[in-house]
């Protein structure tokens, strides 16, 4: 398995994948896709976002963004599109994505991640809250945010929060 930087080359793979995921999730088109998923290689072009893709086997079977979150100041970044393919999930690959996207957050000199993910179970709530998400009210009135009557959590980058994660969050992510 390896995570890198996407590249346009991509672009096409991750936008099946994304869509195969968001229709799992969201079938309702309840999640927000001002994000050009077709072009996902050009919306992270900024020095403060980036998107991850994982490759196995020559396969993209996860990826992972982050941008920043310019109506709450230049301390917030989100946290999107965080996928996995449903037969790779369960072997820590979303923890990967998240753990990497955190670091980067943290080095662009972030100070709050926010999360809206599309996985509402609670084996999900529990995993996201493990790697210290919190829980928040969420905020229906910016544009720039894809809550749509989803939980929104936030992860507080400073001091990088003590993450411990076992087994049990293997199986999950």
Not at 59 to 80: E, K, M, N, V
Not at 136 to 157: F, G
Request: hydrophobic share 40%.
């Amino acid at each position: 398995m390896l995570i890198r930087k996407i590249r346009p080359t991509d672009d096409p793979m991750v936008a099946g994948m994304m869509s195969r995921v968001l229709a799992e999730f969201a079938p309702h088109g309840s999640v927000d896709r001002s994000t050009d998923i077709a072009s996902m290689s050009q919306a992270h072009l900024e020095l403060t976002s980036v998107c991850y893709v994982v490759e196995e086997a020559d396969r993209l079977i996860g990826c992972g963004s982050l941008q920043p979150l310019a109506d709450w100041g230049p301390d917030h970044c989100q946290l999107r599109y965080v996928c996995v393919l449903p037969e790779f999930r369960g072997k820590g690959i979303e923890q990967v994505i998240l753990r990497t996207l955190i670091a980067d957050a943290t080095r662009f000199g972030y100070t709050n991640a926010v999360f809206h993910p599309i996985d509402l179970s609670l084996a999900a709530r529990q995993f996201y809250q493990r790697l210290g998400f919190r829980l928040t009210e969420a905020t229906e009135s910016l544009d720039s945010v894809d809550s749509h009557d989803r939980p929104q959590y936030v992860l507080r980058l400073t001091p990088f929060p003590d993450i411990h994660l076992d087994a049990e969050d293997a199986g999950y992510a």
